[in-house]
T-cell receptor, first 118, second 113 residues
């Protein structure tokens, strides 16, 4: 089945530093990838839609200058949390669909990145 | 606005059957999905209903009634490993568009021996 690889799985960084999270589709091409944020015991909150070769589309309330998204190829999207602060500590998850017109194609998720900012 | 409602928590006994309901109110509807998420892990896809009726996949079944804006996930022969959070999600754009989903808040399933 389709696999989405996300790296790193966890990271601890100091306040004020930047952290880059990578999301790769391993055996399929993904023109669109999605970045989610999830707080403990809560649902997934869509942050942005990453489009290959174009600018990401951010959800309302998400700072695009703080959460930089780059989707340079059909298999790689990156999320950079710039000047991280403790309130940015969260579980970040990427996902991608296999594309095509198959109505039941599911979203495939990476294993998530747990970010802790000290 | 768009919303999905599902119970926050359900408790059941190992070996039993449990049903998790989901009602939705969305601007568009192109299918209802169910995802399972264990603590600390990422969501994994369970099932998808685009048309009315029951879809069965092993111990898990999912049902959809578009006229009632309602669906449910049915888990049979519960095992301890089924303890997880279950999310319903509605696809609000056509199949050949992007995969943006509207998510429910999740139902934590607690299974007791």
């Amino acid at each position: 089945g389709a696999v989405v690889s996300q790296h790193p799985s966890w990271v601890i960084c100091k306040s004020g530093t930047s952290v880059k999270i990578e999301c790769r589709s391993l055996d399929f091409q993904a023109t669109t990838m999605f970045w989610y944020r999830q707080f403990p015991k809560q649902s997934l909150m869509l942050m942005a839609t990453s489009n290959e070769g174009s600018k990401a589309t951010y959800e309302q309330g998400v700072e695009k200058d703080k959460f930089l998204i780059n989707h340079a190829s059909l298999t790689l999207s990156t999320l950079t949390v710039t000047s991280a602060h403790p309130e940015d500590s969260s579980f970040y998850i990427c996902s991608a669909g296999e594309g095509g017109s198959s109505y039941n194609s599911p979203l495939h998720f990476g294993n998530g990145t747990r970010l802790t900012v000290t | 606005g768009q919303s999905l409602e599902q119970p926050s928590e359900v408790t059941a006994v190992e070996g039993a059957i449990v049903q998790i309901n989901c009602t939705y109110q969305t601007s568009g509807f192109y299918g209802l999905s169910w995802y399972q998420q264990h603590d600390g892990g990422a969501p994994t896809f369970l099932s998808y209903n685009a048309l009315d009726g029951l879809e069965e996949t092993g111990r898990f079944s999912s049902f959809l009634s578009r006229s009632d804006s309602y669906g449910y996930l049915l888990l049979q022969e519960l095992q301890m490993k089924d303890s997880a959070s279950y999310f319903c999600a509605v696809r609000v754009l056509p199949w050949d568009s992007n995969y943006q989903l509207i998510w429910g808040a999740g139902t934590k399933l607690i299974i007791k021996p």
